[in-house]
């Protein structure tokens, strides 16, 4: 790993184990609005109280909830929780989306899964995935029998899903699109709906460089194949639904 990458991974095992020792009320109690555009929850501003200090080093951070702070030749753009209704809800999938850019350009990004632990980066030797609390690492290999596809904001898009549906497309709407895009070489294709913010996308898109992408301004479509992609884009425009 590289120093950026361990630093992160460091960072979130030290939010993960606060998570471990239990759940406390602060953690759901809103904040007001982040530079985002979204309510900051308690566990937001923990968990970025927490990354601003450690990855400070590395140049200035640009926040979801804090917005730009610091200074450097390399910008961290930071979304410290990705779901965080969910994490406020008590539902297992919710992580941290970190994208380390220079001259606007990913040069080395990282979603975590602060619920389950996987930990995903890439580098320059590629896209890796590990375990908060392990030192090993693998390449992260392409599922060729996923059985499901994952639609980010499915319940703001009644009239695709059901064409997924009646198509017999099986899919999940889990609610944290970094995460969702770190998992895309496993299942069959991840839809996004809806204006998107740099602070989701940077890292895990830039994860998805050898699928298959197809960027609306507010759809997003990646998948292991094309005709599966240019086949959910159809459907997208309502030009192959029944």
Not at 55 to 61: D, N
């Amino acid at each position: 790993m590289t120093p950026f990458v361990q630093a992160v991974k460091e960072t979130a095992e030290t939010i993960a184990a606060i998570l471990e020792k239990g759940w406390r009320r602060e953690f759901s109690d809103y904040e007001g609005i982040g530079a985002g555009g979204d309510e900051t929850a308690g566990i937001d501003r923990l968990a970025e109280e927490i990354y601003v200090e450690r990855l400070s080093p590395f140049g200035a951070i640009d926040s979801e909830e804090c917005g730009r702070v610091g200074q450097g030749s390399a910008t961290v753009v930071l979304d410290p929780i990705d779901g965080s209704s969910n994490a406020v809800s008590g539902l297992p999938y919710f992580g941290s989306s970190i994208a380390l850019e220079r001259d606007g350009k990913v040069e080395e990004a990282v979603v975590v899964n602060l619920a389950n632990g996987d930990f995903f980066y890439k580098t320059t030797e590629g896209l890796m995935r590990s375990k908060l609390g392990e030192e090993r690492s693998g390449p992260v290999v392409r599922r060729e029998s996923a059985a499901i596809g994952i639609f980010e904001k499915a319940y703001a898009n009644p009239d695709l899903a059901l064409a997924l549906l009646r198509r017999k497309m099986k899919f999940r709407s889990p609610g944290a699109v970094a995460l969702s895009l770190a998992y895309a070489h496993y299942v069959d294709f991840v839809i996004f709906a809806g204006p998107r913010r740099r602070y989701d996308f940077a890292a895990a898109l830039w994860m998805c460089e050898e699928l298959v992408t197809i960027a609306e301004p507010e759809l997003l479509i990646v998948a292991k194949e094309r005709e599966t992609a240019e086949a959910l884009q159809r459907l997208a425009h309502q030009k192959e639904r029944p």
